[in-house]
């Protein structure tokens, strides 16, 4: 039997809430850009915390994963394509 009392974890925690510190980074990198986040994580002189160091390189991270998807998609669709194109040759001129 379960009881009224007991609470579960259901994982929602992990949402990014609209005024915390890690959503005030997200906009500030996205205001900024990826060529300048990057350009600022690189140089060591940049005196920014390491808070700000580590929600950054996420960002950047997740960024650079969805834009290799996406390249990665253009790639196989232009294999397709191109097969496609290939074969539609071969069977014209058999």
Known sequence: MSSPDIE??????????ADSP?????RECESLGLG???TL???PAHAATPFWRQQAQGW?????A???IWAFR???AGIVGLS????LVALTAW
């Open 8 to 17: 579960f974890d259901l994982g929602c925690t992990a949402r990014v809430q």
């Open 22 to 26: 890690e959503a005030r980074c997200r």
């Open 36 to 38: 300048r986040v990057r």
């Open 41 to 43: 994580l690189a140089d």
């Open 60 to 64: 950047v991270d997740e960024r650079l």
């Open 66 to 68: 969805r834009e290799g």
């Open 74 to 76: 253009v790639v196989v």
């Open 84 to 87: 496609a194109g290939i074969v």
